[in-house]
């Protein structure tokens, strides 16, 4: 089966990716954690700051799924809109899939869904 995709919305777009990319950066701030902690125990306190690079780390750690997000958003918003400004032109993406019964076997000459919102 193939459908052509001719338009994206960007607005959800980015809010799925600002999703995907929070996500991911959380489970890297979380691996990172113990490294970030191992280095603080290790480095010396020398100086006049007394630790507060070690709190300038973690400040950084905390922020970065945060950034994950704005730049998840950020990027989903203009792939969409560069995709769809770009689509004009080239015709879209086409996609082929075969669809799946629940015992795992192809079901063929299926009828493609009419969807009734504008750009599928």
Not at 16 to 41: D, K, N, Q, S, W
Not at 46 to 62: I, P, Y
Not at 78 to 105: H, K, M, P, S, Y
Request: aromatic share 10%; charged share 10%; net charge positive.
């Amino acid at each position: 089966m193939k459908i052509e995709i001719r338009h994206v919305t960007p607005m959800r777009l980015a809010n799925v990716m600002a999703l995907i990319y929070g996500c991911m950066m959380t489970v890297f701030a979380v691996i990172f954690l113990p490294f970030f902690l191992l280095i603080m125990r290790l480095s010396p306190k020398a100086g006049a700051d007394g630790g507060a690079s070690s709190l300038v780390m973690v400040f950084m750690l905390c922020l970065y799924p945060v950034m994950g997000l704005i730049i998840g958003w950020l990027s989903g918003l203009l792939g969409a809109t560069v995709f769809n400004f770009i689509v004009r032109w080239t015709g879209g993406v086409l996609v082929e899939w075969d669809e799946i019964n629940q015992w795992g076997n192809r079901v063929v000459n299926t009828p493609l869904p009419v969807s009734s919102s504008p750009g599928l």
